[in-house]
């Protein structure tokens, strides 16, 4: 893909991600009683709404990219050989995938169960 | 009289070690610059002292060191104006050094070269064998202007906390000249040099820092010219295609009688 391209997605998830977050600190802030917000059984009646789920998962997905893309940039700036910037490109694209798959896991997991209630 | 304390960073890669700095007392006058402290301590207190300089009026671009830790051009910088008693010259950072304050500019001029620094036109023989001028507006002239007081000193590459780090980055110098000729309404070399612009150690690496502008001594703002050249690159549309640059400017028919 062209630099261009993967710069367009940084800049696109980056807006992305502060709308995002936004939104999830509200949620968590306000909306829910603060004190209660990181209760087990709090996160995981909040995975039961369906809406929710999707935001959290889009969430994961957005700063996953943009985190590993920004990480994918420094580590090409350190060394300018060929196989470096192959090496580079190929780890963080495995990278998203595996992390991304991973909170897909957690969030599947806690939408269809995820222990007691 | 009263004098100056000049410190020299002094370094001869072939028989030293590690950079030295050695201080010279320099006899000051009125409207000294730090080039005119250095001529004198290379005159009269040591020879060996290494240092490049042409035009003494800011327009060769050969005296760029770093002068009390900010790159500028030694003819250019009053020795007054620093405002200290002490004046430490030291070679551009971000350059090889060959001798003491001379740094090797072989790769600046390179990667300068690299932006294809000329007009790209399909009418070869007339910019071989010019027959008239090409037009440009006033407003396009504007845009382009600031870009060609460019003297490649390289103060700017060497302020760049990214060329720091990235030695395929082209530079701040180098950038801005590759959004002059791209937006010079006679250049229809746009595609080529989106293409070459379009890459990992390309234009994306600017980090907007700013120090590039910030140290231009002739009012350039390389910062701003890469901003724009971003614009550019993202949308992959060259702003003319070939056979669509300036048109040759007709005299017109004299009026009759």
Same mark, same amino acid.
């Given at each position: 893909?062209?630099?261009?391209?993967?710069?367009? !997605?940084?800049?696109?998830? /980056?807006?992305?991600? *502060?709308?995002?977050?936004?939104?999830?600190?509200?949620?968590?802030?306000?909306?829910?009683?603060?004190?209660?917000?990181?209760?087990?059984?709090?996160?995981?009646?909040?995975?039961?709404?369906?809406?929710?789920?999707?935001?959290?998962? /889009?969430?994961?997905?957005?700063?996953? *990219?943009?985190?590993?893309?920004?990480?994918?940039?420094?580590?090409?700036?350190?060394?300018?050989?060929?196989?470096?910037?192959?090496?580079?490109?190929?780890?963080?694209?495995?990278?998203? *995938?595996?992390? !991304?798959?991973?909170?897909?896991?957690?969030?599947?997991?806690?939408?269809?169960?995820?222990?007691?209630? | 009289?009263?004098?100056? @304390?000049?410190?020299?960073?002094?370094?001869?890669?072939? =028989? #030293?070690?590690?950079?030295?700095?050695?201080?010279? $007392?320099?006899?000051?006058?009125?409207?000294?610059?730090?080039? #005119?402290?250095?001529?004198?301590?290379?005159?009269?207190?040591?020879?060996?002292?290494?240092? @490049?300089?042409?035009?003494?009026?800011?327009?060769?671009?050969?005296?760029?060191?770093?002068? =009390?830790?900010?790159?500028?051009?030694?003819?250019?910088?009053?020795?007054?104006?620093?405002?200290?008693?002490?004046?430490? $010259?030291?070679?551009?950072? =971000?350059?090889?050094?060959?001798? #003491?304050?001379?740094?090797? +500019?072989?790769?600046?001029?390179?990667?300068?070269?690299?932006?294809? %620094?000329? +007009?790209?036109?399909?009418?070869?023989?007339?910019?071989?064998?010019?027959? $008239?001028?090409?037009?440009?507006?006033?407003?396009?002239?504007?845009?382009?202007?600031?870009?060609?007081?460019?003297?490649?000193? &390289?103060?700017?590459?060497?302020?760049? %906390?990214?060329?720091?780090?990235?030695?395929?980055?082209? &530079?701040?110098?180098?950038?801005?000249?590759?959004?002059?000729?791209?937006?010079?309404?006679? #250049?229809?070399?746009?595609?080529?040099?989106?293409?070459?612009?379009?890459?990992?150690?390309?234009?994306?690496?600017?980090?907007?820092?700013?120090?590039?502008?910030?140290?231009?001594?002739?009012?350039?703002?390389?910062?701003? &010219?890469?901003? +724009?050249?971003? @614009?550019?690159?993202?949308?992959?549309?060259?702003?003319?295609?070939?056979?669509? &640059?300036?048109?040759?400017?007709?005299?017109?028919?004299?009026?009759?009688?």
């Amino acid at each position: 893909m062209r630099e261009s391209r993967l710069m367009l !997605v940084q800049y696109a998830t /980056a807006v992305a991600a *502060v709308a995002l977050v936004s939104v999830h600190l509200i949620m968590q802030g306000v909306i829910y009683p603060y004190a209660t917000a990181i209760s087990f059984n709090n996160i995981l009646s909040i995975y039961k709404n369906g809406f929710y789920a999707i935001f959290l998962e /889009a969430l994961l997905v957005v700063v996953l *990219v943009h985190g590993f893309n920004g990480v994918r940039i420094i580590l090409n700036e350190l060394r300018q050989t060929k196989p470096w910037t192959a090496w580079v490109d190929a780890v963080t694209v495995l990278a998203i *995938v595996v992390a !991304v798959a991973y909170g897909t896991r957690t969030v599947i997991l806690a939408v269809f169960g995820g222990g007691p209630v | 009289m009263t004098e100056v @304390r000049l410190v020299v960073q002094r370094f001869d890669p072939f =028989n #030293d070690v590690k950079p030295r700095m050695t201080e010279y $007392a320099v006899p000051k006058r009125e409207g000294m610059t730090v080039l #005119d402290a250095l001529l004198y301590a290379r005159d009269y207190l040591d020879h060996s002292i290494g240092l @490049r300089f042409s035009c003494r009026q800011a327009s060769c671009g050969s005296c760029g060191m770093k002068i =009390n830790g900010r790159p500028r051009l030694a003819c250019y910088t009053q020795v007054a104006e620093l405002g200290e008693e002490r004046v430490v $010259a030291q070679p551009m950072d =971000n350059f090889a050094i060959i001798k #003491d304050l001379v740094t090797d +500019l072989e790769s600046f001029f390179e990667k300068h070269r690299e932006m294809m %620094p000329h +007009l790209i036109r399909a009418d070869t023989q007339e910019m071989e064998k010019p027959s $008239a001028e090409y037009l440009m507006k006033p407003e396009e002239m504007e845009k382009v202007l600031q870009f060609t007081y460019c003297i490649k000193c &390289g103060l700017c590459t060497s302020s760049c %906390p990214t060329v720091a780090t990235d030695s395929k980055f082209p &530079g701040p110098q180098a950038l801005a000249q590759a959004y002059r000729y791209l937006t010079d309404p006679r #250049d229809e070399g746009g595609e080529k040099r989106l293409e070459l612009l379009d890459d990992a150690h390309g234009v994306w690496r600017c980090h907007f820092a700013g120090s590039c502008s910030f140290v231009c001594p002739k009012g350039v703002d390389p910062a701003l &010219g890469i901003q +724009l050249l971003k @614009r550019h690159v993202m949308s992959g549309k060259a702003p003319r295609k070939e056979g669509e &640059g300036a048109k040759l400017w007709v005299a017109p028919a004299p009026a009759s009688p």
